[in-house]
């Protein structure tokens, strides 16, 4: 069975600075894909970034980049230039190539930005 | 109205109400979920729906009954539910049910007393 593990349930950062949260997984597949979810306050889950396991280069959506390594099964995302609208739970998701529809999620990260 | 959306944003019940939930998705979209998301816990998919078609339970119990009456609309039928059941439900939607991007909805805050 895949799992994913988010071990900072919360962190925080000032606003304008640069902020890493963890994601790792653990699956014995090799065709796969990751996620990145936000959750604001509003309670909406929106997609940040995505990351298909074939692909070497690390994905990038404006101030939002992942770093993939795939050897350690870890899948972390940065964001720069911190900004209120940032305060929300994160969520790292996986599935398989096979299942588009089985996404299995982490517990999130809480993350404020502080102004 | 754009996007995916549900009603009602709060709902609070006694143990032997029964309640529905519903979500509708104004994409195009032919599949739709739903989940369920506890604190502190990850978000556990409940049910999958393709072209109509219940295509998943997680081995839910069967006071929660869903219903999908067209690719448009979802709901989940709620009756005789435990306190634990208290969560915010979230609804999504994606092309299909292989399709790799999900829609959330803003979910249900829903208590059970």
């Known amino acids: 069975a895949q799992t994913v593990t988010q071990s900072q349930p919360e962190m925080s950062v000032q606003e304008a600075e640069t902020v890493t949260l963890s994601c790792t997984y653990d699956?014995?597949?090799?065709?796969?894909?990751l996620f990145w979810y936000k959750q604001p306050p509003s309670r909406q889950m929106i997609l940040v970034i995505r990351q298909e396991a074939y692909k070497q280069q690390n994905a990038t959506e404006n101030r939002f980049s992942v770093n993939f390594q795939k050897a350690a099964k870890s899948f972390s995302l940065k964001i720069s230039d911190s900004q209120l609208g940032d305060t929300a739970m994160y969520f790292c998701a996986f599935t398989q190539e096979t299942s588009g529809s089985r996404l299995t999620f982490g517990e999130g990260t809480q993350l404020t930005v502080n102004p | 109205e754009t996007g995916v959306t549900q009603t009602p944003r709060h709902l609070v019940m006694g143990m032997t109400n029964k309640k529905s939930l519903k979500c509708e998705q104004h994409?195009?979209?032919?599949?739709m979920y739903w989940y369920k998301q506890s604190a502190k816990k990850p978000l556990e998919l409940m049910f999958v729906y393709n072209f109509k078609e219940q295509t998943e339970n997680n081995s839910v119990p069967s006071r929660f009954s869903p219903e999908c009456p067209n690719s448009s609309h979802l709901f989940l039928h709620l009756h005789t539910l435990q306190p634990e059941d208290s969560a915010l439900y979230l609804c999504?939607?994606?092309?299909?049910?292989?399709?790799?991007?999900?829609?959330f909805g803003p979910g249900t805050r829903l208590t059970v007393l």
């Open positions: 994409l195009g979209h032919n599949a």
């Open positions: 999504a939607s994606s092309q299909t049910s292989s399709a790799l991007e999900q829609f």
């Open positions: 699956t014995s597949e090799s065709n796969y894909y």
